[in-house]
C-alpha cells in the first residue's frame, strides 16, 4: 500500500482519453439497449478504476478545454481549425463522463481561455514545488515538454497491453536532446497536423530532431542558416517565421491564473449512490458486479447475457486494463493428449466414432490449404479434454494416419464442429478425405450473431470463455520473413497449442449456440451459412479451366488500344503528359482545354478527374471519352487479362478463386485470389475476359443459371405490393409496366426511353434514390425526376409502405432482417446528424432485400449442389457471381441437369411471387451467359 504521507497527484487529460476510449472501440462499439453509445464513458470508468487501484493516488483530477477561444486561437485562427465536428456518438456522451467524474468525487477542472494542456502543466509544476509527483494522464506527446525529476506523462496502454511512464530519461534518450524543453523546438520545426501548427514546409520528425540535436533551438537555427546546404537551407530560411510562429503556439503555459488549491484535489470514496445510479443506466453490469457484489443487477433485458460477455470482451480492448480472473492454459485444468501409433490413432477412432458430434482442427504449414502440407489433426468432444494426431513427415505415410480417420470425417452422423472449417474441410479435400455431415462453426455462427465484430478463435475465446489461448507468435514468432514454421515448432508444444484450439472451439461451440437462439440468428446459421461450407469447399476444388492463350493474344490487342487512345490523348491535349497522373489529368482538362468553368475539386484541393466526374462531361469534348476507355483499357489489360493466367493452378491447370461467407454485411459473398465477381461485362472489352473461361474439354459446355431480377421480386415479396406481384405472376416486363405507371400510359405506348427511365427508377427505389439523385442518374429535369418518383409511389403503394414500416422497425431496434433472419445493424438510424440518419435508412430499405437475394443464392446453391449429387451427374458447380451459378456441363447430361438445376434454383427459397431462372449454354462463359 502506498505511504499516506506521499503525495501523489493524478492530473488526467480529460477529452484526449475520452476520444482515445471511444476510438478504441469505434471498430465494435458499445451501445445499451435503448441504443445509447456508452463507449468512451466505458473506457473512462476502466481507467478511473484502474488508476484508482493500481496507483492508489493521493490526489487526482481531471481537466478540461472550454469552448471559450484560447491566445492560440487569437494569434493564429488556423489553429485547430481543419478538425472535423466531434462525432454525434461521442459528444452526446460528454455529460455523461461528467457525470461519472461526479459519482467518482473526482473533481473536474475547467478555466475559459486556456487549454487543459496548460492548466495541467501550471498544476504539475506547482505541484512540484509543494513536493508532489504529478503524473499527467494523457497520450498526448506534447506533454513531453513539461518533465521534471517529480513529473511524469501516465500513457494509457492499448490492447490489453500495460500502462506506460514516460520520465525525462525517456524523453532525452528518444529524441536525442539536451533538455527536454527542447521538444517544444522539435515541436516547432515538424508542426502538428493535428493542431493545425505549420511547423516549416518539408521538415520531418528525423530532419527536426536532427537539426535541434546539432543546433540547441530554433533561434540558433535561424541564426546559422549559413551552415545548412541546398534545399535545406531554403526551407529553413523561408519557413523562419512559421517556426518562430508554432513553437509560440506548441508551448504549453506554466503561469495559467487560478484559485484551485491543491489540498481540495485529495482523493475521496465514490459517491456509491450516485456510481450505482449510473452504472445501472448505462448497463454497466460488469463494472456494477465489481464495485457492488454479484447483487447488483441492471434488470432483466434481452441483451443481459450478450452484453456480460461483451463488456468483459471489450475490457480486453482497452487500455488501463487488468483482466479479471484471466484463464490460461497455465492456470486451467486440461487433460491434453498426444497421438502418435497406430494403436493410439484406432483407439481415438473408436471413441469419435461413439460420439453425436466432435470437434476437429488441422495443424499445417500454412496458409493456403491446397498447397500447404498437414502436419496433424486435433479432436475434442468434451470439455478441458482434446486430443493431438502427429503425422509422419512422409506424404505417402501421412496419407496412411489420414486413412484411418476416413471413417470419422465420412461419417454422415456425427456433426463436425470447427472454427473456420471451410479451411480444414479444403485442406481434407485436397488430400482425398471428403468431409460429411451435419456441420456447425464457431467463426460463421458469431459472424451472424456480431458482423461487426472481430470474429477470430483468440478473441472469441476471451469474450465467452475469459481465456487467452497460446498465441501463435510464441510458436513461430511475430509475422515478417524471420517468422519461423509450424514443422519447426517442437511436437510438446505444437501438441498442446493444437488440443488447445480444439478444446478451446469444443467450449465455445456449446456457449455460442444459445446466444444465436437468443439473438434470432440460427436459421441463417443453421440452413444457410454452415451448410454452405461443403458447397463452397467443392466449387473451390472444381475450379474452372482458363483459355490463357486467348488472353495473351487479347493482352496484345489491348496493348496496340491502349497505345492508340495515348496517341489521340496526347494530341487533343495538344502535348505529351501522364495520363495516369490525377494532377496532370486535371490540368489538361480543366486548364488548357477548360471542359467545365466551374470544376469539381478534391478534398486536397485537385481537380476531379473521378470517373463520375467525366462521365458528367463525356459530351464536352472528345478527349474525355478517349480517357475513359484508355482507362478502362488499363485496368482490364493490368487487373484481369495479364493477372487470371498466373492464377491458374499448375498442378490441376484451372483457376481455383476462394469464397469467403463474411465479407459483406449483406451477405453477399466475395471472391478471391483471384476475384471474379468484379470481371466488367457491361462493355464489349470486358466480355473478351468472359470468353477466356472455358469447359474442362470437349465433352462439356459451360452452363450459366442466373436469377432474373431477383431484387424487384423479393421487393414486391417483402412489401406484398398488389401491383408488383401483378406485373410479375402475368409475366409482363416489370420495366414496361412501371413505365407504363409512371408516365400514366398504355402498355402499348411505352416507349424504349421510357422504359429505360422506368428501369432507372424501379432498381432507384431499391437504393433509395432521390429526386436529386434520379436527376442526375437520367439527365433530366428536377420536376420530372420528382414527378416519376411521386408516380411510382402512388402506383405501387405497397413499397411506399414497407419502406416506412423497414424505417421504423429499424429505429426501435438497431437493426434491419432478412427472410432467414440475418441482421444488419444500423448505428446511425436515430442520428441527429441528417447526413448520416439518411444513409442509414437507405441501408435499412435495401438491406434486406439484397440480404435475402444473397441467401436465396446460398440456399439455391445448397440445393443444387445436393441435387447433383444425388443424381451422380458429371455436371460440377464452378462459380457463382451475384446472382449467376456457372457450371461444366456434360453434354450427355444437358437435358436433364438444366431442368433439375432451374428447378433447385426456383424452389430453394418459396415466395409467392413467380421466381425466373434464365439459364444459357455456350462454348465458354461469354457464350453461354
Given at each position: 500500500m502506498t505511504d499516506p504521507l506521499i503525495k501523489r497527484l493524478f492530473l488526467l487529460d480529460g477529452m484526449a482519453l475520452i476520444y482515445r476510449a471511444h476510438f478504441a472501440m469505434v471498430r465494435s462499439p458499445r451501445y445499451t439497449s435503448a441504443s445509447v453509445c456508452t463507449s468512451a464513458v466505458f473506457g473512462m470508468t476502466n481507467?478511473?478504476?484502474?488508476?484508482?487501484?493500481?496507483?492508489?493516488?493521493?490526489?487526482?483530477?481531471?481537466?478540461?478545454d472550454t469552448s471559450a477561444p484560447t491566445h492560440r486561437h487569437i494569434e493564429y485562427p488556423?489553429?485547430?481549425?481543419?478538425?472535423?465536428?466531434?462525432?454525434?456518438?461521442?459528444?452526446?456522451?460528454?455529460?455523461?463522463?461528467?457525470?461519472l467524474f461526479e459519482a467518482f468525487n473526482i473533481p473536474v477542472i475547467t478555466i475559459d481561455g486556456y487549454e487543459a494542456d496548460d492548466i495541467i502543466g501550471t498544476l504539475a509544476h506547482e505541484a512540484e514545488q509543494q513536493h508532489f509527483t504529478t503524473y499527467m494522464v494523457t497520450p498526448d506527446k506534447d506533454f513531453q515538454q513539461l518533465l521534471t525529476d517529480n513529473i511524469y506523462i501516465y500513457r494509457p496502454g492499448r490492447q490489453g497491453n500495460t500502462h506506460e511512464v514516460v520520465g525525462v530519461a525517456d524523453v532525452l534518450e528518444k529524441w536525442g536532446l539536451e533538455n527536454v524543453r527542447q521538444f517544444i523546438d522539435i515541436l516547432g520545426l515538424m508542426g502538428d497536423a493535428s493542431d493545425n501548427i505549420p511547423g516549416i514546409k518539408g521538415i520531418g520528425e528525423k530532419t527536426a530532431q536532427k537539426l535541434i540535436a546539432d543546433f540547441g533551438s530554433i533561434e540558433n537555427l535561424l541564426q546559422s542558416t549559413g551552415k545548412l546546404k541546398g534545399k535545406q537551407r531554403e526551407r529553413v530560411e523561408q519557413g523562419a517565421d512559421d517556426a518562430i510562429l508554432s513553437k509560440r503556439l506548441a508551448t504549453i503555459l506554466l503561469d495559467v491564473p487560478h484559485t484551485i488549491d491543491l489540498d481540495s484535489l485529495k482523493a475521496k470514496d465514490f459517491d456509491k449512490e450516485r456510481l450505482s445510479q449510473l452504472f445501472m443506466e448505462l448497463e454497466f453490469e460488469t463494472f456494477g458486479k465489481r464495485m457492488f457484489g454479484k447483487s447488483f443487477s441492471v434488470?432483466?433485458?434481452?441483451?443481459?447475457?450478450?452484453?456480460?460477455?461483451?463488456?468483459?470482451?471489450?475490457?480486453?480492448?482497452?487500455?488501463?486494463?487488468?483482466?479479471?480472473?484471466?484463464?490460461?492454459?497455465?492456470n486451467s485444468p486440461h487433460t491434453y493428449h498426444t497421438i502418435t501409433t497406430a494403436n493410439e490413432r484406432s483407439a481415438l477412432v473408436e471413441k469419435l466414432l461413439a460420439q453425436k458430434r466432435i470437434c476437429f482442427d488441422t495443424e499445417t504449414t500454412g496458409l493456403n490449404p491446397r498447397e500447404v502440407e498437414p502436419l496433424g489433426l486435433s479432436f475434442s468432444f468434451a470439455d478441458n479434454e482434446a486430443y493431438y494426431v502427429v503425422f509422419p513427415t512422409s506424404p505417402e505415410e501421412t496419407k496412411t494416419v489420414l486413412e484411418q480417420f476416413r471413417p470419422v470425417f465420412e461419417n454422415e452422423a456425427i456433426e463436425k464442429v470447427g472454427h473456420n472449417l471451410k479451411y480444414d474441410i479444403t485442406l481434407l479435400k485436397w488430400q482425398g478425405i471428403e468431409v460429411r455431415g451435419a456441420l456447425f462453426d464457431t467463426m460463421l455462427a458469431h459472424s451472424m450473431k456480431e458482423p461487426e465484430m472481430r470474429h477470430g478463435l483468440d478473441y472469441l475465446a476471451k469474450l465467452y470463455l475469459g481465456y487467452t489461448p497460446i498465441p501463435t507468435s510464441d510458436l513461430i514468432g511475430p509475422k515478417g520473413p524471420e517468422q519461423k514454421n509450424m514443422r519447426d515448432v517442437p511436437l510438446e508444444q505444437l501438441a498442446q497449442y493444437a488440443c488447445e484450439d480444439a478444446d478451446v472451439t469444443w467450449r465455445i461451440n456449446d456457449v455460442i449456440r444459445a446466444d444465436i437462439e437468443n439473438r434470432g440468428v440460427s436459421q441463417v446459421c443453421y440452413e444457410v451459412e454452415c451448410p454452405l461450407i461443403p458447397v463452397l469447399v467443392d466449387m473451390e476444388f472444381e475450379g474452372i479451366r482458363l483459355d490463357v492463350d486467348s488472353l495473351a493474344v487479347y493482352s496484345k490487342h489491348l496493348e496496340g488500344e491502349i497505345a492508340d487512345l495515348t496517341a489521340r490523348i496526347h494530341s487533343a491535349a495538344g502535348r505529351?503528359?501522364?495520363?495516369?497522373?490525377?494532377?496532370?489529368?486535371?490540368?489538361?482538362?480543366?486548364?488548357?482545354?477548360q471542359i467545365d468553368d466551374k470544376p469539381k475539386k478534391t478534398a486536397t484541393g485537385q481537380y476531379s478527374t473521378r470517373e463520375s466526374e467525366l462521365l458528367r462531361l463525356s459530351g464536352r469534348h472528345e478527349i474525355v471519352q478517349d480517357i475513359l476507355d484508355y482507362r478502362s483499357a488499363v485496368k482490364l489489360k493490368n487487373t484481369y487479362v495479364d493477372q487470371l493466367p498466373a492464377a491458374v493452378n499448375p498442378q490441376t491447370g484451372r483457376l481455383h478463386t476462394h469464397y469467403s461467407q463474411t465479407w459483406t454485411a449483406t451477405?453477399?459473398?466475395?471472391?478471391?485470389?483471384?476475384?471474379?465477381?468484379?470481371?466488367?461485362?457491361?462493355?464489349?472489352?470486358?466480355?473478351?475476359?468472359?470468353?477466356?473461361?472455358?469447359?474442362?474439354?470437349d465433352d462439356y459446355l459451360i452452363l450459366s443459371a442466373d436469377y432474373s431480377q431477383i431484387e424487384l421480386r423479393i421487393m414486391a415479396e417483402l412489401s406484398q405490393d398488389a401491383g408488383m406481384i401483378e406485373a410479375f405472376t402475368s409475366g409482363e416486363d416489370i420495366h414496361t409496366v412501371t413505365a407504363s405507371k409512371v408516365y400514366k400510359v398504355d402498355l402499348a405506348d411505352v416507349t424504349r426511353e421510357m422504359r429505360d427511365k422506368a428501369k432507372t427508377v424501379n432498381f432507384g427505389i431499391l437504393y433509395g434514390i432521390s429526386a436529386f439523385g434520379l436527376q442526375q442518374r437520367l439527365n433530366i429535369p428536377r420536376g420530372e425526376a420528382s414527378a416519376l418518383i411521386d408516380?411510382?409511389?402512388?402506383?405501387?403503394?405497397?413499397?411506399?409502405?414497407?419502406?416506412?414500416?423497414?424505417?421504423?422497425?429499424?429505429?426501435?431496434?438497431?437493426?434491419?432482417?432478412?427472410?432467414?433472419?440475418?441482421?444488419?445493424?444500423?448505428?446511425?438510424?436515430?442520428?441527429?446528424?441528417?447526413?448520416a440518419r439518411t444513409a442509414s435508412e437507405r441501408l435499412a430499405m435495401n438491406s434486406p432485400i439484397q440480404g435475402t437475394a444473397a441467401d436465396m443464392l446460398k440456399l439455391a446453391m445448397i440445393k443444387v449442389h445436393a441435387a447433383l449429387k444425388a443424381a451422380d451427374m458429371k455436371t460440377k458447380m464452378l462459380l457463382t457471381v451475384h446472382d449467376e451459378i456457372v457450371f461444366d456441363l456434360h453434354k450427355s447430361e444437358q437435358e436433364s441437369a438444366v431442368p433439375l438445376i432451374e428447378e433447385a434454383m426456383r424452389t430453394a427459397f418459396p415466395m409467392s411471387v413467380p421466381i425466373v431462372v434464365e439459364t444459357g449454354v455456350g462454348k465458354n462463359w461469354l457464350e453461354a451467359h
Open positions: 481507467a478511473i478504476l484502474d488508476i484508482l487501484k493500481r496507483e492508489e493516488p493521493s490526489h487526482i483530477a481531471a481537466v478540461f488556423a489553429y485547430k481549425a481543419q478538425r472535423d465536428a466531434m462525432p454525434e456518438d461521442l459528444s452526446s456522451q460528454i455529460p455523461l463522463v461528467f457525470r434488470g432483466a433485458t434481452k441483451a443481459k447475457v450478450v452484453r456480460e460477455k461483451r463488456e468483459a470482451e471489450i475490457q480486453q480492448q482497452l487500455f488501463f486494463d487488468e483482466p479479471v480472473e484471466e484463464k490460461t492454459i497455465h505529351e503528359f501522364n495520363i495516369d497522373s490525377p494532377k496532370q489529368l486535371g490540368v489538361v482538362l480543366y486548364e488548357d482545354l451477405g453477399r459473398m466475395q471472391s478471391n485470389d483471384p476475384n471474379l465477381q468484379t470481371i466488367p461485362i457491361r462493355k464489349a472489352r470486358g466480355k473478351e475476359i468472359r470468353a477466356a473461361f472455358v469447359p474442362r474439354d408516380n411510382y409511389f402512388e402506383k405501387y403503394p405497397g413499397v411506399q409502405t414497407y419502406i416506412d414500416a423497414t424505417i421504423a422497425f429499424a429505429k426501435e431496434h438497431g437493426y434491419v432482417v432478412t427472410k432467414t433472419g440475418r441482421r444488419r445493424y444500423l448505428r446511425d438510424i436515430t442520428s441527429r446528424n441528417h447526413s
